[in-house]
């Protein structure tokens, strides 16, 4: 299939300067345009919102770090990485709040994208448009784009700043709630689905539609426990117009460059390995993820992080109508006995792990390739219509619709060739506490490392009490080191609350 990557191979600078002169005034350096000099045409308007694609390579976000954040973090995964200082913010042990890998850089490029859809949702309305939808669309784009990106950053520290201009360098914004944040997610994602189109051409792939929207509100719904509200939403991708996905047949197909964004597929971050450079802003920065050279086993990859081994065995606990082991396994976890249980070759791969390790697997290459590098083409799947079947599920259950709601972990069960859900564990019955706690290893089961378990972790509270940690302890050592009340947020990087003085630390740190 062939792949549109949506970015701008220009990087406007679009800060005036403080002090110029009138002669410095009239440069026309196309490399360093003002934002008086730009946002004059529907092409600066393109280019500008294709700009705040160009963030999902950065570093900090979906090309490396965001999984520490997101996998890691939580119960599916850990670090033991020989750099103590990263693979301790993976186990609540947060020393230095202005550690540059572990907090600040994701908190820089997640508002430099912020800054980025500010912009356009300033400068576009002002500039004439033969096809007044076309504008439209641009700024629905950036309103999805800035309420994806202050959704991850209101989940990771929770209280921070909400900026809807653009900031100048002497700007100290408020310190907002992570509710305030949320109520306006839950307006830029409502525009954005009015204006959005319900599909894009091949030439667009990657820009959100209003699918994605829609999905976007259900997951800010279920994590404020909105379930009324979270099942309407996603009325409208199962039963409502926007009823166009269906599971692949073939699992594996989320997972690789060669069948991406297919049927399941809802939103998905899109990844090339046409440019090989860093993740600056040169021409030549790549638009690819580091994902699986970090997370690769060792003799492949850095190894800074793996998935528990827990989670092997769960996989293990239920046979397939045929007998065998969950297929989802094999493409969910590298682990030793891969080959035993799957007949599975290593291509080649010189893997070096102990019996009791795991590593994830999604988003490697290993299917066509021996190795890994910074440079993976695999598209990230962030949201998929799997995920959107359970957590439908999950809210019909907490609607006191339990009987209702077997039948869409069903869909995702028969593709891996398990059994219905009643016939396997008929002691759930309409219990709604029963069906939860099995909903959450249903979860694991089909979702492992795709960056949900943490965000799960939050909206079910097993965070918000003792009791609920002591239970994840018995699966991660790493909660041990978890505070009640402290480490469900992340600290504020140390020198905004230091620049800022309407910042305050979060609470605990």
């Known amino acids: 299939m062939k792949k549109i990557l949506l970015y701008s191979t220009l990087m406007v600078s679009l800060f005036a300067l403080n002090s110029c002169n009138e002669e410095e005034l009239d440069l026309k350096n196309p490399n360093t345009l003002t934002v008086d000099q730009f946002w004059k045409t529907p092409e600066d308007a393109q280019k500008g919102v294709n700009s705040i694609y160009a ?17 890691l973090t939580s119960d599916e995964g850990f670090s033991k990485s020989p750099w103590t200082d990263l693979a301790d913010w993976t186990r609540f042990i947060y020393v230095d709040y202005k550690f540059w890998e572990g907090n600040v850089v994701t908190f820089r490029d997640s508002y430099k994208a912020i800054f980025r859809c500010n912009q356009v949702l300033a400068y576009v309305p002002d500039i004439a448009f033969e096809d007044e939808n076309q504008k439209q669309q641009i700024l629905a784009e950036a309103k999805f784009l800035r309420a994806l990106h202050y959704f991850y950053a ?60 829609k999905a ?24 409502g117009p926007g009823a166009t996905y269906s599971l692949t047949a073939n699992y594996e197909d989320n997972f690789t460059h060669n069948t991406e964004n297919n049927s399941e597929s809802v939103f998905e971050i899109q990844f090339g390995d046409q440019r090989l450079g860093g993740t600056g802003e040169d021409a030549n920065a790549a638009v690819s993820t580091n994902r699986p050279q970090f997370f690769a086993p060792r003799g492949i990859g850095w190894s800074d992080g793996q998935a528990r081994f827990w989670v092997v065995g769960l996989f293990k606990e239920e046979a397939t109508l045929s007998g065998g082991i969950d297929e ?25 792990w102990d ?45 006191g619709q339990t009987a209702e709601a077997y039948q869409y972990v069903d869909m995702v069960r028969a593709r ?47 965070l918000e009490s003792q009791a609920g940690v ?40």
């Not at 209280?159 to 305030?180: A, F, G, M, R, Y």
């Not at 204006?195 to 667009?204: I, K």
């Not at 018995?474 to 620049?499: H, S, W």
């Open 416 to 462: 891996a060739n398990m059994a219905p859900l009643a016939t396997a564990h008929p002691e759930i019955g309409n219990n709604q506490a029963l069906f939860l706690a099995r909903l959450k290893n249903e979860r694991v089961l089909e979702l492992c490392g795709e960056s949900v378990r943490w965000l799960d972790l939050k909206r079910w509270g097993d």
């Open 216 to 239: 976007m509100l259900a997951k800010l719904y279920m994590q404020q426990r909105r379930w009324a509200d979270a099942k309407t939403a996603m009325d409208y991708l199962i039963t």
């Open 55 to 71: 963030m999902f390579y950065k570093d900090g976000l979906w090309a490396r770090w965001m999984y520490f954040r997101l996998d």
């Open 470 to 509: 002591d239970v994840i302890k018995t699966r991660d050592a790493d909660f041990n080191n978890f505070v009640v009340g402290k480490n469900i947020r992340l600290p504020l990087p140390q020198q905004e609350v230091d620049n800022n003085p309407n910042m305050t630390q979060n609470p605990g740190y």
């Open 355 to 399: 019996a009791d390790e795991a590593f994830f697997r999604k988003g490697h290459r290993d299917y066509y390739r021996n190795n890994e590098d910074y440079y993976c083409q695999v598209n990230y799947r962030l949201i998929r219509y799997a995920d959107i079947l359970l957590m439908y599920a999950e809210a019909l259950n907490q609607l």
């Open 328 to 352: 989802r396994l094999r493409h969910t976890l590298f682990y030793p006995d891969q080959g035993a249980d799957f007949g599975e070759t290593t291509y080649g791969r010189n893997w070096e």
């Open 154 to 213: 209101a989940e990771l520290w929770e209280n921070i700043p909400l900026v809807l201009t653009p900031l100048q360098p002497n700007d100290t914004p408020e310190q907002n709630t992570k509710e305030e944040v949320f109520a306006q997610i839950e307006t830029d994602l409502n525009e954005a689905f009015n204006a959005l189109p319900a599909s894009w051409d091949e030439f667009n792939t990657g820009r959100p539609d209003k699918g994605a929207a």
